[in-house]
């Protein structure tokens, strides 16, 4: 009966830790998900910046606005960097 008692108890704590484990599994392809998702965002946001700033770029560099450079510098990364200076 002590032998019966005790395979039981084992077996609930294996399955209590595989419950766990199951449960961390879920979280983190939730977690990865959340990333990827986030991670286009990101990258589609930088590409849009990007545009835009080209835009602005070679309209500032026409004839039209005489005296006005726009120097971009665009960099989609993971956190995009935009650096924008206009000067003459």
């Known amino acids: 009966m002590d032998r019966e008692r005790e395979w039981h108890s084992q077996d609930m ?3 209590r830790q ?3 484990i199951g449960r961390e599994s879920a979280r983190a392809s ?3 998900a959340n990333w990827q998702k986030w991670s286009a965002i990101i ?3 930088s590409v ?3 545009v835009a700033l080209f835009t602005l770029d070679h309209f500032a560099s026409q004839d039209s606005a005489p005296g006005v450079l726009l120097s971009v510098t665009a960099t989609p990364t993971i956190a995009p960097t935009v650096e924008a200076t206009v000067g003459p």
């Open 13 to 15: 704590k294996v399955q």
């Open 18 to 20: 595989m419950a766990k």
């Open 30 to 32: 939730k977690d990865a």
């Open 48 to 50: 849009v910046v990007a």
């Open 43 to 45: 990258a589609a946001g």
